[in-house]
């Protein structure tokens, strides 16, 4: 997971800089999302075996674009529920 605030009224521009970037290798899902105070995420899902395994990350972007830098998580999916 990738989260970033950005730089007053910059929201727009911070989420098409998170769709353009091109990881090293393509993520079996890529999703993203905005949120309140300009506010952009990036959730990633990836065939990787724990916490420690070697996947490209999404970069800083420029500091005037972000109000401060970019927070990133890992997480190992548990269990998934379908709601019908």
Do not use: C, K, N, Y
Request: proline fraction near 7%; charged fraction near 35%.
């Amino acid at each position: 997971m990738w989260e970033a605030r950005a730089a007053q009224g910059r929201g727009a521009e911070l989420l098409e800089w998170a769709r353009a970037q091109v990881l090293a290798r393509e993520p079996v899902r890529r999703e993203l999302f905005r949120a309140p105070q300009d506010r952009v995420l990036v959730l990633t899902w990836w065939e990787a075996e724990g916490f420690d395994a070697e996947l490209p990350e999404l970069p800083e972007p420029d500091a005037e674009l972000i109000t401060r830098p970019v927070h990133r998580w890992r997480f190992e999916s548990i269990e998934q529920e379908s709601v019908e």
